[in-house]
């Protein structure tokens, strides 16, 4: 602990040892700019590609600030969604292990509400949760947020483009002012900076960490030219070739998800779908199972895969090329998390290409083609 690069962080000696103990030894770029900046109670944006660890630059903070004499409601986490919301809370937790007296609550749609008002009645100082249900609560009484010390909003450039604008500006204008507002954003689009504009203070800082190009670098992206029709049979030869720990495969739409988990159970494989019409006892169940392996493929929708962090996701499959170049970017950025390397196939037919290399333009980042597998690389 002595060694740990947190220290020069001002950390509490509490966070310092949980941060310790999870095993972060040196900050990332933006936990080194934005901890500070948060701690002394400034308004930020900050904006880092996916898996940069911007849940710790935000988490490290409102831990350090919640105080656990204090029962009422301090830190409000946004997310965009409920897996989200449940991982941040996770996380959260971690940091909090030494300060006794903090408790920490998922709130999301899809779990019983009285389930949730009767932790939140227990005294809760940080809540992370989606902002459909939290503006439930807020409405019932059961989220009183006169004592807010700080709002955060994490995957702010997700909530948007999953339409919790008015929900999100909704809480914005219920929590008073005095309260300190915090952005991260993977993408840095203008209604962010419009909304922070409105809702944050005059002196905020812009904390911005640039990468050479919009992906990790630590993923080596190719695709391939495949029909539609022979794409869960190539599918399952590059699994079998590369034999991903765990991989995530990536569906346009919900019925291609089931479909495909479906084809490639068939074939043999430890495969679930994960998406928005399952019920979130479901989702929660196949989520387990795959952090521990045993799924090792899950085949997901963009919506319910959102801002994931599963460790050792080692490939990302684009079965299709998204519709939203923006979509890509997260998807691949699944993989090739936290220093590791990672992986990524798109299968690409006809007006996809021209999909790919537009997608390629703006991440500036290489795609290179490659020959689909044959039934022959399979045996070697
Ligand atoms: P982002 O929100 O930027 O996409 P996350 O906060 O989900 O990224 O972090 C990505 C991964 O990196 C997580 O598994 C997290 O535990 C890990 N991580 C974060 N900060 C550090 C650190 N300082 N050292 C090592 N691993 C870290
Ligand atoms: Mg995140």
Known sequence: MENNGFKKLNLSDKVLRAVSEIGFTEPSAIQESAIPLVMQGNDIIGQAKTGTGKTAAFGIPAVEAADPSDKSVQVLVLCPTRELAVQVTGELKKFAKYKKGINTLAIYGGQSISTQLKALGKGVQIVAGTPGRVMDHMRRGSLKLDNLQMLILDEADEMLDMGFREDIETILAETGSERQTVFFSATMPKEIMQMSKKYQKKDRQVIKVEGKNLTADAIEQVYMRVRQKERAEMLSRLLEIHSPRLSLVFCNTKRGADELSDALSAKGH???????????????????????????????????????????????????????????????????????????????????????????????????????????????
């Open 270 to 380: 430890f495969v679930d779908a994960l998406h928005g019409d399952m019920s979130q006892q479901r989702r929660d169940s196949v989520m387990n199972k795959f952090r521990n392996g045993i799924i090792r493929v899950l085949v997901a929708t963009d919506v319910a895969a959102r801002g994931l962090d599963v460790d050792n996701v080692d490939a990302v499959f684009n079965f299709e090329v998204p519709q939203d170049i923006e979509y890509y970017v997260h998807r691949i950025g699944r993989t090739g998390r936290a220093g590791n390397k990672g992986k990524s196939f798109t299968f690409a037919w006809g007006g996809e290409a021209g999909r790919l290399q537009r997608i390629e333009k703006y991440t500036k980042a290489p795609i290179n083609k490659v020959n689909p597998p044959s039934a022959e690389d399979v045996q070697k």
